[in-house]
């Protein structure tokens, strides 16, 4: 299999959340461009004019939010649907606790497994109150209010947990200060320095001051780098050619990838660096190399968290054995990451175990056949799509429709990357 041509992926996920966000809750017009049009952005667009702000249909590549200010929002007479994503129902969270009124958060099957009681913690350790009907997930019900500020320390490395604080602490005008076991996402740091909002950041602690007002400021939304990885481990693992990939965000905070497929041996080159809204952007280079196993220790996970399932797939393909620890987060994601990335590697003929926060697989060269349970996650589907992508495997997704969550325009792009 060779590669070849130029892509740009679909706008960053993260960026595109906040990006909606910071438009409604900032004073002014907000330009912005490049949104990811996904399943999971639109369901913050809904929530966001649900609570009365003025955000467009999301269909247009560039488009104009006009904000009302950090309290501008409304109660809503209907269910807050946060459909399958966690960003929007944790984001969100943190803005409905600092508003004086209730907020009921729903969301689909899967949404509602996922844990929500460590974004429900600090915020009522700061004066807000919520009300589980289901254990720890959704549905839960926010009771806003008069929020005091909070020095916190967080159990699990979360950039939701992170940003949940740090936007109670700017809605609540209020001091915060989040201290983290390992470094996080930086994207709410940066996007709210750019909209004029003093945010500071030592080692792992992040403190943010009172601010009477944000901003409004344009957005051009960079290429996600999650998404961008399932094609730098598709060109590492080809058999010949180069693919381009263009105007991808290179945040450090997100790149742990791109360093774990280079310390792998992928040829992994970086052109036309340049700053978009606070965001590091660049054109990825990437060519195919023999790839070898590695360890990847528990401190390099948060940069990598949602590539994992493309690195242990890429990992099926390597000399030797590659070994993941200190991920027990994956566990939690929208489906179990770690069984479902085991369970499919097995299920295909690969050599792969499972630990209780992370795995261990053994790449081979053999062929690479049978059919993969996504389990409904994005994730899944398009780490053992671009697998299957290889010669001689013969892959079939369950549920091709899932990667709608994030890149709707996957298998089309996987086809051009190939043909």
């Known amino acids: 299999m060779k590669v070849r041509g130029v892509l740009r992926v679909p706008g960053d996920k993260s960026i595109s959340h906040r990006a909606l966000m910071f438009a409604a809750l900032g004073k002014g017009e907000s330009r912005v461009r490049g949104l990811l049009c996904s399943a999971d952005v639109l369901s913050t667009g809904a929530v966001l004019r649900s609570l009365g702000a003025a955000i467009p249909e999301l269909n247009a590549r560039e488009f104009t939010v006009r904000g009302g200010g950090l309290r501008s929002l409304r109660e809503s007479a209907a269910d807050l649907d946060c459909g399958n994503s966690g960003t929007t129902a944790r984001l969100m969270s943190g803005v409905l606790a600092a508003i004086p009124f209730d907020s009921r958060v729903t ?77 996080t996402r930086d994207h709410t740091e940066r996007m709210l320095r750019a909209r004029g909002v003093d945010v500071r950041t030592e080692g792992t602690v992040v403190t943010l001051l009172p601010a009477a007002r944000l901003d409004a400021a344009a957005q051009d939304v960079p290429g996600d780098p999650s998404s961008a990885a399932f094609f730098v481990a598709l060109a ?72 994992l399932p493309v690195i242990a797939c890429v990992a099926a393909r390597a000399e030797g054995e590659t070994r993941v620890t200190g991920a027990a987060e994956l566990r939690v994601k929208e489906s179990d990451r770690i069984a479902a990335v085991v369970s499919n590697l097995k299920a295909i003929g690969a050599d792969a175990e499972e630990l209780p926060d992370g795995f261990v697989v053994r790449g081979s060269d053999r062929p690479y056949r049978g059919r993969v349970q996504t389990r409904g996650d994005h994730r899944i589907a398009m780490a053992f799509g671009v697998l299957g992508a290889l010669d001689g495997n013969a892959i079939e997704i369950d549920d091709r429709e899932c990667v709608n969550v994030s890149y709707p325009g996957f298998w089309s792009d996987l086809e051009r990357a190939i043909g």
Do not use: Y
């Open 107 to 183: 969301g689909d099957a899967s949404l509602s497994k996922r844990p929500m009681q460590r974004v429900a913690k600090p915020l009522e350790a700061m004066g807000a109150q919520f009300e589980f009907a289901n254990g720890d997930g959704l549905p839960m019900t926010v009771h806003g209010g008069l929020l005091k500020g909070v020095t916190w320390f967080s159990e699990t490395a979360s950039a939701q947990v992170k940003s949940a604080i740090l936007l109670a602490g700017l809605v609540a005008d209020v001091p915060v200060e989040v201290h983290e076991p390992a470094a």
């Open 236 to 307: 590492a693992i080809a058999a010949s050619g180069a693919l381009e990939i263009e105007h991808v965000c290179v945040n450090p905070s997100r790149t742990g990838a791109l360093s774990v497929l280079a310390a792998m041996g992928a040829l992994i080159g970086t052109e036309d660096t340049h700053d978009a809204g606070g965001e590091p952007v660049a054109r990825l280079v990437v060519s195919p190399r023999l790839l070898r196993g590695i360890t990847i220790e528990p401190e390099m996970v948060p940069s990598l968290i949602d590539e």
